[in-house]
């Protein structure tokens, strides 16, 4: 095809989709039910709510996700009046097409995400206990038991015992 012909650049390309605040979720959730391609990169990290560690899965870019669309076939109409969604990015009242190697990266990093999640400790890092009879001493993280508690490894006298106590009394050396 010519490269001044208008009809050259209608291969589905992504798109940034900019959300209301805190509702890339729902965004995601009724642009996917409306039968859009969507990609919303999230990862899980532990955070400290109500002084105990929990998992909770935070998107990577909190007000935006990438949609697939293409210039014909797709229906861009409903978009705009999906729950949770601001607006399309544009430039000059133009959508910004995201190159494909950006949202492969992407994609390839999601899913690896997903395989190893982030962990607040590691396995033979050193901890300060912050709570407790064994307050302020230093021990090894050895693993978690269930989501809120932990073994670690602490020098009493001269032994080295494993002992169970709760993530949120553990804090990194």
Known sequence: MEPNNPIANVAPCWYV???????SFRAAEHL???GYEILHPVLKVQR???NKLTWITEPLFPYYLFIRLDQIAS???PIRSTRGVLRLLTFA????????DLVETLKSHATAEDETPHTYFMAGEKVRI???PFKELEAIFT???GEERAIVLLNILQRPQHLEMPLQHLKKD
């Open 143 to 145: 693993r978690t038991k």
């Open 75 to 77: 229906n861009w109409g």
């Open 130 to 132: 912050t709570q407790g």
């Open 93 to 100: 009242d133009t959508p910004v097409p995201v190159k494909d």
């Open 32 to 34: 996917a039910n409306q």
């Open 17 to 23: 989709i900019q959300c209301k605040g805190g509702e």
């Open 48 to 50: 400290k709510r109500q």
